[in-house]
């Protein structure tokens, strides 16, 4: 289970809400799509995560008209159905034993009642570990706000699909990344597939090592037949916690595949030879 807890920023006190945040109903679904969206931003003068969503917001957002708020707005709009949110929150799990927060972005749907963790969650994806510089994540947030609103706008198609695995129910695209050039940054690898070579021993599809201004410009350019890697995990001095792993693509904004594992020395922080290993059986399969 989540604990979800609202990410405020350095002028406000973190308050801890807890509890799972539900899937929305069919008409908590009707709701969303009749709402305005209320992009949250951060209350820090100096935050990247602000001109970025911004920006992401202002070229991509469709699907419903939006407004940029602050924390206090969204303190009193959040009751009220005629508005939904997209805003950082920090969670934390009941299984994680080193107590990691985690900086995820959410999209609720507003509702009256007393605990964030009640309002009806359309999507929610995992950013950084808490603490970290929002410069980690906020140059992936073109790929990651444009799969927020495919998903949006999937479940709204077929509200079903909140009653599956959530995430993990993209995996059924896994097939479709053997045609596709995955991109990855260094410090994402752990040590036994840090290089290509290494790669190619467990996996014989198209990879490639660069850097986080690769990632940029083929979120920025939309890149035919390309899926980058969103990695998120333990940072500074935490060893232990969640490792979550994504590959986004940047063309169609699909998820083609989602898994987490518990941080050891089996299962280091980053993409795992077991993540490359299910891509390649998948691609063996349809061979």
Excluded at 88 to 109: E, M, P, R, S, V
Excluded at 119 to 129: D, G, K, T, V, Y
Excluded at 209 to 217: A, F, G, R, S, Y
Aim: net charge negative; with cysteine.
């Amino acid at each position: 289970m989540r604990t979800l807890l609202l990410s405020f920023t350095l002028f406000l006190p973190t308050v801890l809400l807890s509890g799972q945040a539900p899937f929305p109903s069919t008409d908590e679904i009707k709701q969303f799509n009749a709402s305005k969206t209320c992009v949250v931003l951060e209350d820090d003068p100096f935050s990247s995560y602000n001109i970025y969503i911004q920006e992401v917001v202002k070229s991509s957002w469709k699907i419903t008209p939006y407004e940029f708020i602050t924390v206090k707005d969204f303190n009193v709009r959040r009751l009220n159905p005629a508005y939904s949110f997209l805003v950082i929150t920090q969670t934390n799990f009941d299984k994680d034993k080193a107590h990691g927060l985690y900086n995820f972005i959410n999209l609720l749907q507003g509702k009256d009642v007393n605990k964030l963790s009640e309002m009806p969650e359309i999507c929610a994806i995992p950013l950084s570990f808490a603490g970290v510089s929002d410069l980690v994540y906020s140059y992936k947030l073109g790929a990651i706000v444009s799969f927020m609103q495919k998903h949006a706008q999937k479940i709204s198609d077929d509200p079903s699909l909140t009653l599956r695995k959530y995430l993990k129910y993209y995996n059924k695209n896994i097939p479709g990344i053997k045609n596709k050039t995955i991109l990855v940054e260094q410090e994402d690898l752990t040590p036994e597939i840090s290089t290509i070579e290494k790669i190619k021993a467990v996996y014989t599809g198209n990879i490639e090592i660069v850097t986080d201004e690769e990632i940029i410009k083929a979120i920025e350019n939309k890149t035919p037949d390309t899926v980058i890697l969103h990695k998120v995990g333990p940072m500074g001095e935490r060893y232990s916690g969640y490792c979550f792993i994504m590959l986004i693509g940047t063309d169609d904004s699909e998820l083609y595949y989602y898994n987490l594992h518990m941080v050891d020395n089996a299962n280091p922080n980053g993409l795992l030879p077991d993540d490359l290993k299910r891509l390649e059986r998948k691609h063996a399969s349809l061979d």
